[in-house]
C-alpha cells in the first residue's frame, strides 16, 4: 500500500463570493466589496431607481429597513445617501450608496417601498437633500419654520431660534437656542486609570 502520510495536501481554494460578482456586475453599480462582512454598493445617481428595481423583482431585496445620509464636507459630492435593504427569503442584507451633492436631487424610491417615504423626509429634513419624486417635503424631525439641517457637519450650534407651545401664552412661541449645559471637554480616562490610590492601597504598601 502506497504511503499517503508524505503526499502534499493541496491548499484549499476560497470559494468565489459569488453575492458580491452577481451585485458588482449589475447595471447602476459602480463597485461593490465587503465592509465588515456586510454587502455594500456603490450605484450611479441616474440608474439607481432601475438597480432598486432590479434589486427587488430579482434578487429578493423586498424591504428598505432605513435611508440615512452621511456628509463628507470636503468632497464635491458631500453626501452619501445610503439605503439598507432586506431580502427576507435570502437572509441577506445590502447597503446601496448613492452620492449627491447639495444642489442635485436624488430620485425618490418611495414608488418602489412607500415606506421609503418617511425616512426621504427625514434625510431631507436632516440634511438637505432633495429627492424628485417624493410628494411630501416637509420637515419630520426639526422644529415649525426651522432654518438650515443639523446633521450637516458645517451647521452652527448657536444663532438659531427653536420653537415650543407655551401653554401659559396658548400659542407658539420662538426663543432664542438655550443649551442646557456649557460646552464641555472630556478626556475619556477610565476611572481606573484615573484612580491612583485606593483605600487599602496602605497595607500592600506597609505604609501603616
Known amino acids: 500500500m502506497a504511503d499517503e502520510t ?13 453575492d458580491l460578482d452577481v451585485i458588482a456586475a449589475l447595471p447602476g453599480v459602480l463597485s461593490a466589496r465587503r465592509d465588515c462582512g456586510e ?9 439607481a431607481v432601475a438597480l432598486f428595481k432590479v434589486l427587488r ?5 423586498a424591504q428598505v429597513m432605513d435611508v440615512c ?16 435593504l432586506l431580502s427576507v427569503t435570502r437572509n441577506a442584507r445590502l447597503r446601496v450608496i448613492v452620492q449627491t451633492d447639495e444642489a442635485t436631487p436624488v430620485d425618490s424610491v418611495s414608488g418602489i417601498w412607500p415606506a421609503a417615504g418617511w425616512w426621504e423626509r427625514e ?9 424628485n419624486g417624493l410628494a411630501d417635503h416637509r420637515r419630520i ?4 419654520g426651522f432654518e438650515g439641517h443639523p446633521l450637516r457637519k458645517d451647521f452652527p450650534l448657536t444663532g438659531y431660534v427653536e420653537v415650543h407651545y407655551d401653554a401659559e401664552r396658548k400659542s407658539v412661541v420662538y426663543d432664542k437656542v438655550k443649551l442646557t449645559q456649557e460646552f464641555r471637554n472630556f ?6 486609570e484615573g484612580m491612583t490610590t485606593l483605600p487599602g492601597d496602605e497595607k500592600a504598601r506597609g505604609d501603616r
Open 57 to 61: 423583482d430579482a434578487h429578493g431585496f
Open 141 to 144: 424631525l426639526t422644529d415649525y
Open 69 to 84: 445620509g452621511v456628509d463628507y464636507p470636503e468632497r464635491s459630492a458631500r453626501f452619501d445617501v445610503v439605503y439598507n
Open 123 to 131: 434625510t431631507w429634513d436632516l440634511f438637505g437633500v432633495r429627492f
Open 187 to 192: 478626556d475619556f480616562l477610565s476611572p481606573w
Open 6 to 18: 508524505n503526499q502534499a495536501v493541496p491548499e484549499a481554494v476560497p470559494p468565489a463570493d459569488t
Open 39 to 47: 454587502l455594500v454598493a456603490v450605484a450611479a445617481r441616474d440608474l
